[in-house]
């Protein structure tokens, strides 16, 4: 099931894509795509549901984050080697950890700002893992049926703020606009081999990333179970996996966002996002 919440901000209905590209109203079903829905029996009783009998939805209607209520956000950094490299940076020995805001959280396609004296605004297509059934010390055997979906992420990062402003990562991960998630929550079942898919992301036409899941250092099911020593996972908590070489960043010299460009970027199957960058 391709799973997504449309509407204007903060008022999103919860909807299916159907076999045709359309989508159908799941409001007479669920309140949202959110929380108790995510887990296995949630999903199970939408799987059940026979989508022709749903009402269709007319015209065009923005798409928002394809999860609602999100509890966490979590965000694996460098977890691909060639973009350590990129960074400057040394290849993790255990994956590298840091939140983004669930404030951060956009729709797909809505526009991403460039905040107030930022300099050095980046992105980062990412794989979203959804949590559909929460746990703690998840065996990396058994982590995948923690997993209620996958999405499209943009890590959209302030690198002064990340990295030359002291701390730890969290100032230039969090700014509004900065999470777009979606179009789709694709549900698990949907996706053949999450260790394999390709992902890309361009700036005005021009592509900068090109990349594939296959070349993760950790993978999801490690990193499910490493999470889950330090924290509880519950349904509808969002982990970012980490992104392929090609960011602002690693461009000699760097290329940064000042507003006006439009970032596209998607990952086979779970479909595309279209962002504006606008000034804050
Ligand atoms: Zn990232």
Redesign the pocket.
């Known amino acids: 099931m391709k799973l997504l919440r449309y509407g204007p901000k903060g008022h999103e209905k919860p909807g299916l894509l159907d076999a045709a590209g359309g989508i159908r109203d799941l409001s007479a079903h669920i309140d949202d795509i959110a929380g108790d829905v995510l887990t296995p029996e949630g999903l199970a009783r939408l799987q059940a549901i026979d989508p022709a009998s749903l009402p269709q939805v007319s015209g065009d209607p923005r798409i928002g984050p394809c999860v609602g209520r999100v509890g966490k956000f979590i ?3 460098l ?1 691909y080697a060639d973009h350590a490299a990129e960074s400057g940076m040394d290849i993790p020995k255990e994956p590298v950890v840091f939140n983004k805001w669930t404030s951060a959280i956009s729709g797909p396609n809505d526009d991403v700002e460039v905040p107030r004296g930022a300099t050095k605004t980046d992105w ?1 297509v ?1 794989l979203g893992v959804v949590i559909g059934k929460g746990g703690r010390y998840i065996d990396e055997a058994d982590a995948l049926s923690h997993v209620a979906g996958y999405c499209v ?1 943009n ?1 959209v ?1 302030e690198r002064e703020w990340q990295i030359e402003r002291g701390g730890t990562w969290d100032k230039g ?1 969090g700014h509004d606009t900065h999470g777009p998630i979606g179009p789709w929550l694709v549900t698990a079942d949907a996706v053949t081999d999450v260790n394999n898919l390709g992902m890309w992301l361009e700036v005005d036409g021009k592509r900068y990333q090109n990349g594939s899941t296959a070349t993760m250092i950790f993978n999801v099911p490690q990193i499910i179970a490493y999470l889950s020593r330090f924290l509880s996972l519950q349904p509808g908590d969002v982990i ?1 996996t ?2 392929p070489p090609g960011v602002g960043l690693g461009q000699k010299p760097p290329v940064y966002l000042k507003g006006g460009e439009v970032m596209r970027l998607g990952i086979d199957g779970l479909g595309e996002q279209m962002q504006k960058v606008v000034k804050a």
């Open positions: 965000c694996i950094g977890n980062e990412e992420v890590d990062s991960k970012s980490g992104t």
